[in-house]
Every structure is written in structure tokens, then in C-alpha cells.
């Protein structure tokens, strides 16, 4: 634990780089014209990905980052779930192949907020328009607090496999000042009811350096959680950006922690679920030894996309729903971010693609570098520069930030081989920025390093 270093690096506001460029970098200039080349051109043999954003919750969490509304009328819901039907299938015809999917993952938002008919149908037409695997992985996001019997028996029937629990914290203080109660009975009621209907992948999902959240509200939280037994766990730090999102301003700056504060909260967290034996993934995810994602991790296939931490091996990513984004070889796409904007363009027969972002040499070149030091704390500049063609020498003399880093023993650097030392694996995004040729210090776009 490096107290000095958290406080001189930790204020920084950096990406968490579950892409690169990230998306402040989407630009406009690639439209749906764009999109479709680039679907007709996907390869034959490639598989896909598929994300769903159902962008509705029934009240706020006042820590969201989240794109997403609150909605009362079910029609609204309904009507939304119509056009992204509608747009599964414009996607689907474009692409000259019936594409292979072997992960699928419905984000929010809080998607279990669908009706469970229309869940089904969704996934029934998934199965219909690509080849969807049958050993797919197939998560869903879920809000423990609203989840229904009828809806985990449509997830049972639709073949879910994998749920991801909002948590966040069990400390009744901490959940008033984020408007999001959530009694640790509901949490478990709704873990038994998934594992009874052999949804047996459960993620928790917890957040560090809320209002009033302490390093012993945060150890309590985390020892609660152990009794329910999940498979991973993602430990996030809550990004304050009001700016951007404004109902965070109902969140007090005054009762936040502090940045050596929110380290200490951080490091509580990962000891005690290294204790318990769950193997700490990159920067905030912890598994199971014998869950796939820490054996991607043992076999030095770890990815990191927009869901986080990945076992997903493929490089296409199909994004369906308002500001859902995509990923393919030619680069990024992200839809509409407006409900009203995204439907009426998906109801006109047109993809909804409102910017993206076209991908470079270098970019490609970056983006690997930046994914295998927040996967591995460690990337062979050699092998990978290499493999593109590129010298990592030049590599490392445009990498201007990791001077400082170096100077101050966060990375070691054995001639083309970095590794970030273990006692400064809380600055990983600081390593990452390094090699990130689009960064601008100056726009607080990002939340803050530690």
C-alpha cells in the first residue's frame, strides 16, 4: 500500500478503458452508412457478441451512471422492446451470414424491468436470427429489488445462465444517501430463487467510496455478501461527475471519502475476498479459482470490453437499444442515446447509429497494449508491437507519462517488458494513460484514478 502515491496520482481523472479510443472520441462522422459496411464486410467464420440496453429503471439511484430513465407506464416499456426487435433483425439481414453468438448479455438500466413474455420473445428471436451456441453464456443485469418469480422462470426457460446482482452496499446509512434500499434478506431471497431455477452464475456487484461509506461499512457489506456465496464479484469506485449526470447532485460532495480514503476502502474490499479465496482479476473484479474467468486469467486470455472483465474471446460486438455501443475489426458504432431519437430511426429502417469511431494502426496497436496491462498489470512490448509491425522503442519514447510512473517505482521496465509493481496495482489506469495518444488531461470526462 502506497499512501504516497495514492495521493499524487489518485485525483487524476482517467478512463477506465473498456475500450480505446473511449467513447468522449466517438465522433459523428460515422453514421449508419458506415455501420452497414461494415456488418456486410464481417468475415464468415468470425462469432459475435450480442449487448442489450433496456435504458428504464422504476426510481433513480442517485450514484447511476447508467443511461437510463425512470418509467411508470409498461406501454413504454413495451414499445421499446418492439423496436429493438425490430432492429436485431435490420442488424441480422445486413450481415451476409447467419453469425455465430456465444455470449449475450442484457444491460440497463434494469432489463428484468420487461414484461417476462417479451424477455422470451426477445431471446427466441436472438436464436432465430444468429446461430446462437449452445454453450453461450447468456447474463442478465438484475435489480434484486424488483425481480419477480414470473421473470426468473422466463430467464429459466430462455436459458440464462448467468446473473449479475446490483448490490452496491447493505449499510442502511450508505443506501439512504444513495436513494437505494436494499435489505441483505430481498438479496438473498432472490440469489435462492435464481440457484433453485439453475441460474447458478451469480455476480455481486459492489461500489466503494459512496456517501458516508467507511472502511468498516464496506467490510461488513463485503462479509454479508460472502455468506450468499457468488461466483464473482465487481468492485467498482463511484465515479462523481454531476456535471455530466445530474441527479448525483443529490448526493452531498461534503460526505464523500477522499481519495486516500476511497484506497483504503478499495484494499479492504480485495483482502478480505483474497482471504476468502477468490482470485483478484485486473483492477476490480474477484472470481472463483475454478470460475472461467479466472482460468481466462491463468491462460492469459482475459479480455476487457464494455461489460468489464470478459472471457469473451471474439472481436465482434453487436450493441442493440438506445446508446448501446458495437465493436467490430473496423472500429466503434454507438446508437441514439435518446429513446425518441433511437426509435425513430430503427422504425424508419435505418440503423441507429449516432457516432463511432474509425480504428487506426496505432489505435490497434494502443488498444492492445492498454487491454493487456489492465488484464495482466504487465504487457510484452515486444511481442506485441511485433505483432503489428511496430517498433517498441518508438512505443515507449511517445509514452511521455510513464516517466513519472517509472521515477516513482509504480512500473519496472525490463527492456521491452512492463510490469506494474504490486504495491501500485491500484494505479493501473495511470500505466494505461500512458500509451493513450487521444488522452487530454485537461476535461474531466473520467472519474478519478483511485
Known amino acids: 500500500m502506497r499512501f504516497d502515491?495514492?495521493?499524487?496520482?489518485?485525483?487524476?481523472?482517467?478512463?477506465?478503458?473498456?475500450s480505446y479510443p473511449t467513447a468522449p472520441h466517438f465522433s459523428p462522422a460515422i453514421g449508419g452508412h458506415t455501420y452497414a459496411g461494415w456488418l456486410a464486410g464481417l468475415a464468415a467464420g468470425a462469432s459475435a457478441s450480442l449487448y442489450?440496453?433496456?435504458?428504464?429503471?422504476?426510481?433513480?439511484?442517485?450514484?447511476?451512471?447508467?443511461?437510463?430513465?425512470?418509467?411508470?407506464?409498461?406501454?413504454?416499456?413495451?414499445a421499446y422492446q418492439r423496436t429493438m426487435r425490430r432492429e436485431i433483425v435490420q442488424v441480422a439481414d445486413t450481415i451476409s451470414h447467419r453469425m455465430k453468438v456465444e455470449h449475450i448479455h442484457f444491460g440497463g438500466g434494469t432489463p428484468t424491468i420487461m414484461a417476462p413474455e417479451a424477455f422470451a420473445e426477445l431471446m427466441a428471436l436472438m436464436r432465430q436470427a444468429f446461430s446462437v451456441l449452445p454453450a453461450a453464456e447468456i447474463a442478465v443485469e438484475i435489480d434484486p429489488r424488483t425481480l419477480t418469480a414470473d421473470m426468473?422462470?422466463?430467464?429459466?426457460?430462455?436459458?440464462?445462465?448467468?446473473?449479475?446482482?446490483?448490490?452496491?452496499?447493505?449499510?442502511?446509512?450508505?443506501?439512504?444517501?444513495?436513494?437505494?434500499?436494499?435489505?441483505?434478506?430481498?438479496?438473498a431471497s432472490v440469489v435462492d430463487m435464481l440457484r433453485r431455477a439453475g441460474i447458478t452464475g451469480i455476480n455481486f456487484d459492489l461500489i466503494y467510496g459512496l456517501p458516508h461509506q467507511t472502511v468498516a461499512s464496506c467490510l461488513d457489506t463485503v462479509r454479508r455478501a460472502l455468506a450468499l456465496a457468488p461466483d464473482r464479484f465487481s468492485v467498482f469506485g463511484?465515479?462523481?461527475?454531476?456535471?455530466?449526470?445530474?441527479?448525483?447532485?443529490?448526493?452531498?460532495?461534503?460526505?464523500l471519502p477522499d481519495g486516500p480514503a476511497r484506497h483504503d476502502q478499495a484494499c479492504a474490499i480485495a483482502n478480505v475476498l483474497k482471504e476468502a479465496g477468490y482470485v483478484q482479476i485486473g483492477l476490480d473484479h474477484f472470481a472463483r479459482p475454478d470460475d472461467s474467468m479466472a482460468v481466462a486469467l491463468k491462460e492469459g486470455t482475459l479480455r476487457r470490453n464494455f461489460q468489464g472483465y470478459t472471457t469473451d474471446r471474439g472481436n465482434v460486438l453487436l450493441g442493440f437499444g438506445a446508446s448501446a455501443i458495437g465493436h467490430l475489426p473496423q472500429g466503434y458504432v454507438q446508437n441514439e442515446a435518446q429513446i425518441g431519437a433511437y426509435a425513430q430511426s430503427?422504425?424508419?429502417?435505418?440503423?441507429?447509429?449516432?457516432?463511432?469511431?474509425?480504428?487506426?494502426?496505432?489505435?490497434?496497436?494502443?488498444?492492445?497494449?492498454?487491454?493487456?496491462i489492465m488484464c495482466e498489470f504487465s504487457a510484452d512490448l515486444g511481442d506485441i508491437c511485433a505483432r503489428h509491425g511496430a517498433e517498441p522503442g518508438v512505443m515507449l519514447k511517445s509514452a511521455s507519462r510513464l516517466k513519472p510512473l517509472i521515477s516513482d517505482g509504480v512500473v519496472r521496465l525490463d527492456g521491452a517488458r512492463l510490469a506494474v509493481a504490486r504495491d501500485?496495482?491500484?494505479?493501473?489506469?495511470?500505466?494505461?494513460?500512458?500509451?493513450?495518444?487521444?488522452?487530454d488531461p485537461g476535461k474531466q470526462l473520467h472519474s478519478r484514478a483511485v
Open 5 to 18: 502515491l495514492a495521493a499524487r496520482y489518485g485525483e487524476e481523472r482517467l478512463p477506465r478503458y473498456t
Open 424 to 439: 501500485s496495482r491500484f494505479l493501473v489506469r495511470s500505466v494505461a494513460a500512458a500509451f493513450d495518444a487521444h488522452l
Open 346 to 372: 430503427i422504425n424508419a429502417g435505418h440503423l441507429a447509429t449516432a457516432k463511432g469511431y474509425g480504428l487506426t494502426d496505432d489505435d490497434r496497436l494502443r488498444a492492445d497494449i492498454i487491454e493487456r
Open 238 to 255: 463511484y465515479a462523481h461527475v454531476p456535471d455530466f449526470k445530474k441527479h448525483q447532485r443529490m448526493i452531498d460532495d461534503a460526505v
Open 52 to 78: 442489450l440496453h433496456v435504458p428504464f429503471c422504476r426510481e433513480m439511484c442517485w450514484y447511476c451512471g447508467c443511461h437510463t430513465q425512470i418509467v411508470r407506464r409498461d406501454e413504454l416499456i413495451a
Open 152 to 187: 426468473v422462470e422466463a430467464m429459466q426457460l430462455s436459458g440464462v445462465n448467468r446473473a449479475s446482482l446490483g448490490v452496491q452496499s447493505f449499510d442502511p446509512v450508505v443506501q439512504r444517501a444513495i436513494n437505494r434500499v436494499q435489505s441483505f434478506e430481498r438479496t
